[in-house]
């Protein structure tokens, strides 16, 4: 199994350009989720979703767009990126998302994106 | 005020040494989850708990429900360990989305 993958793993933009990192999982993980990483600070979430056509706002929504059409997929898109986006992005996923279930976290490897 | 407490912040020990992280949280929850960051950036789930105590190798997670705290435990440490090792909450009848995370701790060991 390849776990969580996302790409790309490094990215520059400048600022008002678009881009989407990839995030997929072949785990058949109901839940899957988007956390931007910045220094000293916790992961914080930015989107999430408890299963296909389901998607929902975490603690940092603004300037992404998220969609979920497939299990295995969770694209997230920057509509025009901003220096306030420069952060190390991960995609994670786990088995359930429902409130009575608690299963353990699947990260990828991470995004470096930097906008000038 | 975080809702997420980890001490210490840093830590440096020498190889071999008993190693101990600290988790405190305010909110009522459903489980914790010890997470491990790789130099590489790479993060790596070690333990989600919600009662108790949990082993795996050299590695002990524990946690005291009624006193709100969570400790981590690494006996024999080696430089391999070093890492950012992260708490995080689910808080009570929230969502699989609503983890809190605590800010990490930097442990490096050497040898």
């Known amino acids: 199994n390849a776990g969580v993958t996302q790409t790309p793993k490094f990215q520059v933009l400048k600022t008002g350009q678009s881009m989407t990192l990839q995030c997929a999982q072949d785990?058949?993980?109901?839940?899957m989720s988007w956390y931007r990483q910045d220094p000293g600070m916790g992961l914080r979430l930015i989107h999430y979703s408890v299963g296909a056509g389901i998607t929902d706002q975490g603690e940092v929504p603004n300037g992404y767009n998220v969609s979920r059409s497939t299990t295995e997929d969770f694209p997230l898109r920057l509509l025009s990126a901003a220096p306030s986006q420069t952060s190390v992005y991960f995609c994670a996923s786990s088995y359930s998302g429902t409130i009575s279930y608690n299963s353990p976290l699947h990260f990828g490897n991470g995004t470096r994106l930097t906008v000038t | 005020k975080n809702e997420v407490e980890q001490s210490p912040q840093n830590l440096t020990a020498q190889e071999g040494e008993f190693i101990t992280i600290n988790c405190s949280y305010s909110v009522g929850i459903s489980a914790l989850h010890w997470l491990q960051q790789h130099p590489g950036g790479g993060i790596v789930s070690l333990f989600m708990l919600s009662s108790g105590k949990k082993k795996h190798g050299r590695l002990i997670a524990t946690i005291n429900i009624q006193e709100k705290h969570s400790s981590l435990h690494i006996t024999a440490s080696h430089p391999r360990d070093s890492a950012v090792y992260i708490c995080a909450v689910r808080a009570e009848g929230g969502s699989q989305g609503n983890l809190i995370f605590g800010k990490g701790t930097k442990l490096s060991v050497k040898p």
């Open positions: 785990m058949n993980h109901e839940y």
